[in-house]
């Protein structure tokens, strides 16, 4: 064959897994490209916060030796090989792996290695899939932009000076940028679906109590969930599929079946498409709000457009308690991350500071070690949460909580999921929204209701306003990650031709020159610029 | 009730920051009481509603009897809990003297 090399890091993981069936290439060759990719790129991305290039080269090969014996043994064995033997993926700062580090994005996590092993990561490891890293994400997963990051902001792959969302936007950029095929967020407000949304990719948050969180860095315990990143709601799937279930170690991780996510959608778009005859789609009213970009209106209208055409139902829904949600959230999360960050006092990991007795060690090393939007969030958690207020928030807000999962229930009896916007933006600009609390929680106006009464969403890219990613998103009764995942695969199917699916991340030439600047040089440069203009 | 009460003065947040174990600067006091009253204020519009008669949601997805064998499992080891421990002593983890005289520990090493 003439002109260019295969690119295997192009490749979607259902892709390399047949590729790697076929002795097509090996895992360590897929492996060894993508880290290639990381050692060029990452000083102008700065999506991983740590890598393990020899611990993912040993696991390819120990993945290499099973596909060996496999193929010796015959198409049986082949075909029961996990999906996700010899793919490389990457993990969100927060997935504790044993003799790794895991700093949540936190200072105060600077040095902790991992004595054990998360749920999700002994099935990733036994699944043979291939962990390059930890990817980076705002500090305790709090934040909308990566920017809150202990370490430094991430890059988006579409616009460097923009921001890719978060928290968990080092997962995002990493899959957008080719960086892994497939990566693990966790979502608390929005924080898989929004980076999805901003950096081009498909992300969905499961069900509450889906995912087992044993070895998952806590942000609020009421909310949190792990979901997968990959670059088509197939890949996707497969990853959910590896890590879903019941874990012992997880008192809210559900016994609820699992069904087979993956095989369950269609691989070719005529099939997938058929899906949509007959089903009724919910348009919340509510989240089309003040703030949204006329763009991503537009993109989302026209996909909604598009669903209609080939064959869903559409109608208008109203989530009346929609603008409650937001001040529900900031009550409830932060009031439970106050408590799950109490954990961090200096003495049995991490960063430790000295101030004299106990009392002035705590606060010390509390000082040293979080950062201002941490700090931010566990004084308001501490507060809403202190005698005499307890009532007035944290008591108040769960009583709204049921109010909003209300809203949901009562929609459902009408429709079988909710279409949406994801993000009511596109990518911000780096440093736009860091000096304005409360313009960053708006950033989750669309995805945190959902959080709030414990469903499952998915986000689908949707085209482009103005050169970025929009995404759309689609919200399910619990346990109907099954339907979102079809519905994603429909809409993918019913936009195979549309000229925005083959465009490309419009940053990634950049990534490729040596004196690109870093993420962090370029926020320092557009906080200059601001003050300069202020 | 709590659009009167959103309002922090100095000493409120100094003594929240405290609460919370957080060695806050000056100036980071200064910051954070703009901040969090700014913050307080959007939690104003939950006083619109009437909750009342409405219950509490603590955890979504209700499961019942979610039990497991009582059964003892391996833990970790002494050496891997304290492996990252700022300051050990023998099997210990090493912190001031809470009580009494704050001299030399008597724990054997």
Redesign the interface.
């Known amino acids: 064959m003439t002109g260019r090399p295969i690119d295997v890091t192009r490749w979607r993981a259902a892709q390399m897994a047949a590729a790697l069936r076929a002795g097509e290439c090996s895992s360590r060759e897929l492996v060894e490209a993508h880290l290639a990719r990381i050692r060029r790129q990452d000083h102008a991305l700065h999506a991983w916060v740590s890598v393990d290039g020899e611990g993912a080269i040993a696991s390819a090969e120990a993945a290499d030796r099973r596909l060996a014996e496999a193929r010796r043994a015959g198409p049986a064995a082949l075909a029961d090989l996990p999906p996700l033997l010899g793919l490389p993926l990457a993990l969100k700062d927060l997935v504790v792996t044993r003799g790794q580090p895991s700093t949540a994005g936190s200072r105060i996590l600077e040095?902790?290695?991992g004595?054990?092993d998360a749920h999700i990561a002994e099935r990733l490891l036994a699944a043979g899939a291939v962990v390059l890293g930890k990817t980076n994400m705002d500090e305790f997963a709090m934040g909308s932009s990566t920017e809150h990051s202990a370490w430094g902001p991430t890059g988006n792959p579409w616009d460097l000076d923009r921001v890719p969302g978060g928290s968990s936007g080092g997962s995002a950029a990493a899959v957008a940028a080719f960086h892994v095929p497939l990566a693990i967020g966790t979502d608390t407000g929005g924080s898989i679906r929004q980076p999805a949304a901003l950096t081009g990719v498909v992300g969905l948050k499961p069900?509450?109590?889906r995912v087992s969180r044993y070895g998952i860095i806590a942000f609020a315990s009421?909310l949190d969930q792990i979901g997968p990143f990959g670059r088509d709601t197939r890949d996707a799937a497969m990853l959910l599929q590896a890590v879903a279930g019941r874990d012992?170690r997880d008192?809210?991780s559900?016994?609820h079946p699992v069904p087979d996510y993956a095989t369950a959608l269609p691989l070719d778009d005529e099939p997938a498409a058929v899906g949509l005859r007959g089903v009724r789609l919910g348009l919340p009213r509510q989240y089309f709000v003040a703030g949204m970009e006329a763009g991503v209106a537009r993109c989302v209208r026209e996909a909604v457009a598009a669903l209609e055409a080939a064959g869903a139902e559409v109608v208008d829904v109203d989530l009346p308690?929609t603008?409650?949600g937001?001040?529900?959230y900031?009550?409830i999360a932060p009031a439970e991350a106050?408590a799950n960050l109490?954990r961090y006092?200096?003495?049995?990991?991490?960063y430790?500071a000295r101030?004299?007795?106990?009392?002035?060690?705590?606060?010390?090393t509390?000082?040293g070690g979080?950062g201002a939007e941490v700090?931010?969030r566990?004084?308001?958690g501490?507060?809403a949460l202190?005698a005499g207020?307890y009532d007035?928030?944290y008591?108040?807000?769960?009583?709204?909580?049921?109010?909003i999962?209300r809203d949901f229930d009562r929609a459902f009896e009408s429709v079988d999921a909710l279409v949406a916007p994801t993000s009511p933006t596109v990518a911000f600009r780096l440093g736009a929204r860091l000096a304005d609390?409360?313009a960053m929680y708006l950033s989750d106006a669309c995805t945190l209701p959902v959080n709030?009464?414990?469903?499952p969403g998915l986000s689908v890219p949707c085209g482009l306003s103005e050169g970025l990613p929009v995404g759309l998103q689609f919200i399910g009764r619990?346990w109907d990650e099954g339907r979102l995942l079809g519905l994603g695969r429909a809409y993918e199917a019913i936009t195979a031709g549309a000229p925005w699916r083959g465009v490309e991340p419009t940053a990634l030439p950049v990534l490729d020159d040596p004196d690109a600047p870093s993420p962090a040089a370029r926020l320092a440069a557009a906080q200059d610029e601001r003050s300069f203009t202020a | 009730m709590l659009g009167r009460m959103a309002h922090l003065d100095r000493a409120e947040v100094a003594h929240v920051a405290l609460l919370a174990r957080l060695g806050l600067s000056e100036d980071e006091l200064t910051r954070l009481q703009v901040e969090l009253n700014h913050i307080l204020e959007q939690y104003a519009v939950l006083a619109e509603l009437d909750t009342e008669a409405i219950a509490p949601t603590a955890q979504t997805i209700e499961q019942a009897n979610i039990l497991r064998e009582d059964r003892a499992e391996p833990g970790l080891s002494t050496e891997a809990a304290l492996a990252g421990a700022p300051e050990r002593l023998g099997d210990h983890f090493l912190v001031p003297a809470i009580l009494g005289d704050a001299g030399a520990p008597e724990v054997e090493p």
């Open positions: 040095g902790f290695v004595p054990y069900t509450y109590g009421s012992e008192a809210t559900s016994p308690h603008d409650y937001l001040a529900t900031y009550i106050s109490a006092d200096g003495i049995r990991y991490g430790s101030g004299g007795d106990v009392l002035a060690n705590y606060l010390a509390r000082d979080f700090k931010r566990v004084m308001l501490t507060y202190s207020y007035a928030f008591l108040k807000a769960q009583k709204v909580r049921t109010l999962k609390p409360v709030v009464a414990g469903l619990p």
